[in-house]
């Protein structure tokens, strides 16, 4: 919904919609956890949450775990990560730590420096290499980048919001952290161009877990879970193609593997996607599972849910339970929802969907992308 290539209306993505204009461009990748933590957990290790270990956010992975950087490094190549870890235990995930990128996801000033990536990318042509780059952007507190630009007025706000000033700036303000990630983009397509490796360097963009104004974050209802990802590599994958196979976050770490020309480890949940990236297959998975369980972010709520990319099924496991979580209760905008909600229909609507729900969901979101039709029963 933010990213210009999926049809955002309030901000412009050029650099992202450029990897999707010289790349593929799926409609159907999901994130098995709405968190930081599980989701980087899921990506580096190619297993569910559950079976990693990592499930919760702020986390630690069973200490038998192997991750992308030891896999990768046994087929011959440098593995760094720049910008945030938010993964543990840190010696599980031996990352050779790329300076320049802000580490944690709360610091209020988001700036960075090249010089570490391009020294990095440029040590050694003779050995390759495999870089994450893991961005703060844009994750709380929303401080970078210039939310001036974005007249709040004329802002579309996501339909599970309810619509108030307070919830117009601040959305404002996370836009402009979008922008930011964005440039960043940028700047790595820069350097891999004038490395001149641009055109045959694999490189996936993914999403996270959407804002964290309420709906997204810390949920499984699509803006919390559906990810927006792109891949490109140069020679493979049909420029401005287009796929709907279903894949999952898990999916990435056996797809290199396979293109650096390992073999996938029969202990992870994750298929390598190179015959989708190639053309050759046009479907890879039949489900995407989601898990959510928002402790310690909040009181136990775990949430569970399914889809086949048509429809989504969502099981609320504590649903006499009010969903609550901490880090949102207090904030000025959520206050205004409050508000708004014992004066305004639709916003008590938005409201009860949020605070108070049903045991089960069962959405077309086909047709339904926000999921604010129940079909269950």
Not at 222 to 249: E, F, L, N, R, T
Not at 291 to 313: A, F, H, M, N, W
Not at 347 to 356: D, I, P, Q
Request: net charge neutral.
């Amino acid at each position: 919904y933010d990213l210009g290539c999926y049809g955002a209306k309030n901000v412009k993505t050029p650099n992202i919609d450029r990897l999707c204009s010289e790349g593929m461009q799926f409609t159907s990748a999901f994130n098995s956890s709405s968190m930081s933590t599980p989701t980087r957990h899921s990506v580096y290790t190619g297993m569910y949450p559950m079976k990693n270990g990592g499930y919760l956010n702020h986390s630690r992975v069973r200490e038998d775990i192997i991750s992308m950087p030891v896999y990768m490094r046994q087929l011959g190549y440098r593995v760094g990560l720049a910008g945030k870890w938010h993964i543990r235990p840190e010696y599980i995930f031996p990352f050779e730590k790329v300076p320049g990128f802000k580490v944690n996801c709360l610091n209020p000033d988001p700036s960075y420096t090249l010089e570490g990536v391009k020294e990095f990318i440029g040590r050694n042509d003779e050995q390759p290499f495999c870089l994450v780059l893991a961005s703060i952007n844009a994750h709380l507190p929303w401080t970078g980048g210039d939310p001036s630009v974005f007249d709040r007025a004329a802002l579309e706000l996501p339909p599970q919001m309810i619509d108030t000033p307070e919830t117009r700036d601040i959305y404002a303000r996370y836009l402009a952290e979008v922008a930011l990630l964005d440039k960043e983009v940028g700047d790595m397509i820069d350097i891999l161009e004038k490395k001149g490796i641009y055109d045959n360097t694999l490189i996936i963009f993914i999403s996270e877990q959407g804002t964290e104004i309420a709906g997204a974050k810390w949920n499984n209802w699509q803006p919390g879970v559906k990810s927006g990802m792109i891949a490109k590599w140069g020679g493979h994958v049909a420029p401005g193609s287009k796929c709907d196979a279903i894949v999952q976050y898990e999916d990435i770490l056996p797809t290199f593997i396979d293109v650096a020309g390992g073999k996938r480890p029969k202990d992870i949940d994750g298929r390598s996607i190179r015959k989708v990236l190639e053309g050759t297959a046009q479907t890879h998975r039949k489900y995407a599972f989601t898990q959510t369980c928002i402790v310690p972010e909040g009181d136990p709520y775990p949430i569970r849910s399914v889809t086949d990319g048509k429809y989504k099924l969502i099981w609320n496991m504590l649903h006499d339970d009010p969903y609550t979580l901490k880090h949102i209760e207090n904030k000025d905008w959520f206050d205004s929802w409050r508000k708004k909600k014992d004066t305004d229909k639709t916003a008590y609507r938005l409201w009860t969907r949020y605070k108070t729900r049903p045991e089960f969901e069962l959405y077309d979101i086909s047709s339904d992308p926000f999921e604010m039709e129940n079909l269950y029963g």
